[in-house]
């Protein structure tokens, strides 16, 4: 028998050629045939086996038949050899072929078969070894000997694929943890380690390689719906940088800095944000939605409730010291372009009506409220009969009325008395002097707007 490799002579019974070492039952070649060590030629040449009948002659045909007892037929010694000749020749090859078929489907004589080869650097071969092997049994212990020949061959994408396979079957063992952040470092894929030990949800794995963990940025409000919240602040462990965005896009290194709180605006907000930490492992993006309403002010308070009165009251509403009130009396909503209101007004005679709103600090504006009023006092002196008597007074005491009016368009009461209260009037402008007359005396007086106070004529 020759060797395949250096075609020197294999004596009988050798399993490794005696000149270059090689094995003559070459397992990863073998496709159900008998290897090379097996004399194919020798195998299927058929000897010849001589014809040893002799063709009878009469005399002894007719001899036999005449014959009570048949005699037993004489030993053939040369098919006896024969016979032995092909066995010699037989079975040696098929227990050769037994043995090398054996082999092929053993797992145990091909992992070692794989480590022998992965062992002197032949990295392809064991690959090949190493792929058969692991059809022949699931096992830890050789899918993480092919993930080693993958590794010596430089072939990282495929050895992580053979190691996360054996993950899925043995997910407490370090050992597979270790072999794929090995592959990871060699591509330099930082990401991928952070991955790996993220979804591991393992707190001892995380320890144990933090340089590669980089946890998501945390935020000093949840998400959800807020009136004027303070500033958002992200945080995260460690000496990296935070990115963030505001409009519900991925932050990257390209994003906004993180520098300091983040301002909320009137609306729907997304922040979303990552953090980067010293060796550039990018953490998971974390988001929150913020609904930001802002203090919208309540309606003033009436400080008079609408309805129908008999007695005067001032009018007007009470509201927060930060807000400034507005108001109408026309019917109309009113603005911030309208009157402002100071201190509570008289109330007028007959219907009237005043709505108010509040501004708060912010520039919001509150819902109006109104008051609706009729006032009808149970007067003894008619309403033009106390014009009459201011404008009468007045001449009296020399001052000249003419082109001037009264009008009488309020009503006052100070717990005592209840008086109308006169505007004076030159031609359509009012003078800012008022006066007041006692609805059921008729008692003359001047009366102070700013003061609502009435004094002797």
Same mark, same amino acid.
């Given at each position: ?23 003559? !039952? ?29 063709? &009878? ?32 020749? %037989?079975?040696?090859?098929?227990? !050769? ?17 794989? @480590? ?7 990295? @392809?071969? *064991? ?15 050789? @899918?993480?000997?092919? *993930? ?9 994408? *495929? ?7 054996? %993950? ?7 050992? /597979? ?37 980089? !946890?998501?940025?945390?935020? +000093? ?12 602040? /992200? ?20 994003? %906004? ?36 309403? /802002? ?25 927060? &010291? ?29 219907? +009237? ?5 509040? &501004? ?9 409220? *109104?008051?609706?009023?009729? /006032? ?27 082109? @001037? ?18 505007? &004076? ?33």
């Amino acid at each position: 028998m020759q060797c395949k490799v250096c075609n020197a002579f294999i004596p009988e019974g050798y399993m490794y050629c005696p000149v270059c070492g090689e094995e003559i !039952i070459i397992v990863s070649d073998f496709d159900i045939k008998i290897e090379d060590n097996i004399d194919v030629a020798a195998i299927t040449k058929t000897a010849e086996i001589p014809d040893v009948g002799k063709t &009878e002659d009469k005399r002894t045909k007719k001899h036999k038949q005449n014959t009570e007892k048949i005699a037993p037929a004489p030993i053939n010694k040369k098919l006896i050899i024969a016979l032995a000749v092909i066995a010699a020749i %037989l079975i040696p090859g098929f227990i !050769i072929g037994g043995v090398s078929i054996a082999r092929y489907f053993s797992y145990d004589h091909q992992y070692e078969k794989t @480590k022998a080869e992965y062992d002197r650097g032949d990295f @392809k071969q *064991a690959i090949s070894t190493g792929k058969h092997m692991n059809s022949l049994g699931n096992d830890e212990k050789g @899918k993480i000997l092919l *993930a080693d020949c993958y590794m010596g061959d430089h072939n990282y994408d *495929a050895a992580i694929a053979v190691l996360y396979d054996a %993950l899925g079957d043995y997910p407490e063992d370090v050992t /597979l943890y270790d072999r794929i952040i090995e592959c990871y470092k060699a591509e330099n894929n930082s990401n991928g380690i952070h991955e790996l030990i993220n979804n591991s949800n393992d707190s001892t794995l995380a320890l144990r390689y933090s340089e590669y963990v980089s !946890i998501s940025p945390t935020f +000093s409000l949840e998400s959800g719906t807020y009136i004027e919240p303070d500033p958002i602040k /992200l945080s995260a462990p460690g000496d990296g940088k935070i990115y963030y965005t505001v409009d519900g896009s991925e932050p990257t290194e390209e994003s %906004l800095p993180y520098m300091g709180p983040i301002p909320l605006e009137t609306g729907t907000t997304v922040i979303s944000a990552i953090y980067i930490n010293e060796n550039g492992i990018v953490s998971d993006i974390v988001s929150n939605t913020y609904n930001v309403e /802002l203090d919208v002010p309540d309606p003033p308070e009436l400080l008079v409730e609408s309805g129908n009165l008999s007695i005067p009251e001032l009018v007007g509403v009470t509201a927060p &010291e930060d807000q400034r009130v507005f108001y109408t009396t026309d019917g109309s909503i009113p603005t911030t372009e309208s009157k402002e209101y100071t201190t509570p007004m008289l109330m007028p005679l007959g219907k +009237s009506t005043f709505i108010f709103i509040a &501004e708060s600090s912010n520039g919001l504006v509150s819902e109006p409220i *109104a008051g609706n009023y009729t /006032l009808n006092m149970n007067v003894a002196i008619a309403k033009d009969m106390a014009e009459y008597a201011i404008s009468y007074q007045l001449m009296s005491g020399g001052e000249i009325t003419i082109g @001037k009016s009264y009008k009488a368009e309020y009503g006052f009461s100070d717990g005592k008395r209840i008086y109308y209260i006169i505007n &004076e009037y030159n031609g359509t402008s009012s003078t800012g002097r008022m006066f007041a007359v006692d609805i059921k005396s008729g008692e003359l007086f001047r009366f102070s707007k700013e003061e609502k106070r009435c004094t002797g004529f």
